[in-house]
């Protein structure tokens, strides 16, 4: 089951730009995720927000929750083409078991 | 460093076959898991383990079983291997949700059944 969508579907932007993608999922959480990951690869942990966090930093990237509406966004600052990959978020369900649950991903192109 | 790390990168079987995927992690993590990724279809969870000897069905367990004899080591077995679990299959590892901070994956098996 999908608990995490996420939009857009694919983005493709150019060096130095912004990057924002987006997330909603559909039942309260634990924790929000966001992996990113490069083609035919594992997936890599990039910043993990708690439920009662709103905002996180952590280098070029911003993370926000809002659990009202449910949803959640990754702000990439000053894009490098290094960036290029898919984006995935992923929750933790409160009360549940404690397994990640993946959205469908976004795909971020970089383009020179 | 620490790492998740999977046996195989490629691996190519026939129908019928018994299939082993093997997955070692070195953090001592107590949860590990078991997601294949298929276009349009995204990650999806076949089997996870919160402890030695503990397993617990995810979304997608049919045709797959598991074993985890140490708290290291995570299998995913193919009891009978077939086409439609032709797919890449990613093992992943984490502390306990209360001491999480993400998880950690390993760099995939891409299955092939024919």
């Known amino acids: 089951s999908q608990q995490g969508e996420e939009d857009p579907q694919a983005l493709s932007i150019q060096e130095g730009e912004n990057a924002t993608m987006n997330c909603s999922y559909k039942?309260?959480?634990?924790?929000l995720q966001w992996y990113r990951q490069n083609s035919g690869r594992g997936l890599v942990h990039l910043i993990l927000?708690?439920?009662?966090?709103r905002e996180k930093h952590s280098g070029r990237l911003r993370v926000t929750l809002d659990t009202s509406k449910k949803s959640s966004s990754l702000l990439i600052t000053a894009s490098r083409a290094a960036d290029t990959a898919s984006y995935f978020c992923a929750t933790t369900v409160r009360g549940g078991a404690q397994k990640l649950v993946f959205g469908q991903g976004t795909r971020l192109t970089i383009n020179p | 460093d620490v790492k998740v790390t999977q046996s195989s990168r490629y691996l190519v079987k026939r129908t019928g076959e018994k299939v082993f995927l093997e997955c070692v992690q070195d953090m001592d993590h107590e949860n590990m898991f078991w997601y294949r990724q298929d276009p349009g279809l995204g990650l999806r969870l076949i089997y996870f383990s919160y402890d030695v000897k503990m397993k617990e069905k995810g979304d997608i367990p049919e045709g797959y079983s598991v074993s985890r004899e140490k708290k290291e080591r995570f299998s995913l077995i193919l009891e009978s291997a077939s086409t439609n679990q032709t797919s890449m299959y990613l093992c992943?590892?984490?502390?306990?949700?209360?001491?999480?901070?993400?998880?950690?994956f390993g760099s995939g098996t891409r299955l092939t059944v024919v």
């Open positions: 927000i708690r439920s009662n966090e």
């Open positions: 992943a590892s984490s502390f306990l949700w209360d001491k999480t901070n993400g998880y950690t």
């Open positions: 039942t309260s959480i634990n924790n």
